[in-house]
């Protein structure tokens, strides 16, 4: 029962952040996090320094 709440939570906080575009990079790179190991998140993010 606890993870259906926390889940309702979650799809709460997610459609906040589907409101607006910064809320999208924040989660997708959240998302991301969770799934990459961290030396791929590292690469990934000096890619994205470089290209600013």
């Avoid at 998302?31 to 190991?37: N, Q």
């Avoid at 791929?40 to 993010?45: G, K, N, V």
């Amino acid at each position: 029962m606890k993870n259906v709440e926390k889940q309702k939570e979650i799809d709460e906080n997610f459609k906040e952040l589907m409101k607006d575009d910064s809320g999208k990079m924040i989660l997708a790179v959240l998302i991301a996090s969770m799934f990459m190991p961290k030396e791929e998140l590292e690469r990934l993010s000096e890619r994205k320094n470089e290209s600013r």
